[in-house]
């Protein structure tokens, strides 16, 4: 197969996977999925000579490269529209959320939110991903053994977030039949 050829069955059997990436990543900015996405499949376009037999992790870390640009990129155009005072506050449109829309889970969002952009991703990368710790070495350009030990410590990190966020349980009243079998003891 030709390095052509072998670029169009990636993106044919990967260009949704990588879709659903970039995605899951810009939260809230879906009209910029389609631009990173763009650039991941360029990217790869011209190091086709690259792709390896198994491309998607190899592609998930392309677009964590995207991703980045993307992101500076965002911040630098936010910028400059405080800068300009053109920014939503300037023409009055502040959007409140009512008190009940947290979403299902979102403790969970919040608890990875707390954790570094590093944990983060190795962690989206084995749950959301799906990969193994072989893959997320590709994905994030590293050997598997550094994987698992990176995998391992932000799994340990966000249980620590997690029970940190979560309130003390209440305690549990007796059962009521406990209390029935009790009292007809003592009457």
């Known amino acids: 197969m030709s390095n052509d050829e ?10 949704w996977a990588v879709s659903r990436y970039v995605a899951r990543r810009l939260q809230g900015r879906a009209d910029e999925v389609e631009e990173v996405v763009a650039e991941v499949f360029t990217v790869a376009w011209r190091r086709r000579s690259d792709l390896p037999e198994a491309p998607l992790p190899w592609l998930y870390g392309v677009a964590r490269n995207c991703l980045a ?20 506050a300037a023409h009055g ?6 008190p009940d829309t947290e979403a299902p889970g979102a403790w969970v969002h919040d608890a990875l939110a707390r954790l570094s952009p590093a944990d983060q991703e190795v962690l989206r990368l084995a749950a959301w991903e799906e990969l193994d710790a072989e893959e997320i070495a590709v994905a994030l ?10 995998l391992h ?7 620590t977030e ?5 309130p003390a349980a209440p ?9 029935l079998c009790e009292d007809h003891r003592h009457g």
Do not use: W
Not at 70 to 85: C, E, K, N, P, S
Not at 93 to 98: G, K, L, N, T
Not at 153 to 159: D, E
Not at 171 to 179: F, H
């Open 171 to 179: 305690a549990l009243p007796a059962p009521a039949e406990a209390t």
């Open 162 to 166: 997690i029970d940190r966020m979560r």
């Open 6 to 15: 072998i670029f169009a069955a990636a993106y044919r059997e990967h260009y």
């Open 69 to 88: 640009n993307a992101v500076r990129g965002y911040g630098r155009r936010r910028r400059l529209v405080d800068r300009l005072g053109n920014d939503e």
């Open 153 to 159: 410590r932000a799994r340990r990190r966000l249980r």
């Open 141 to 150: 350009g590293c050997g598997r053994r550094a994987a698992v030990m990176r």
């Open 93 to 98: 449109r502040h959007i409140m959320d009512s």
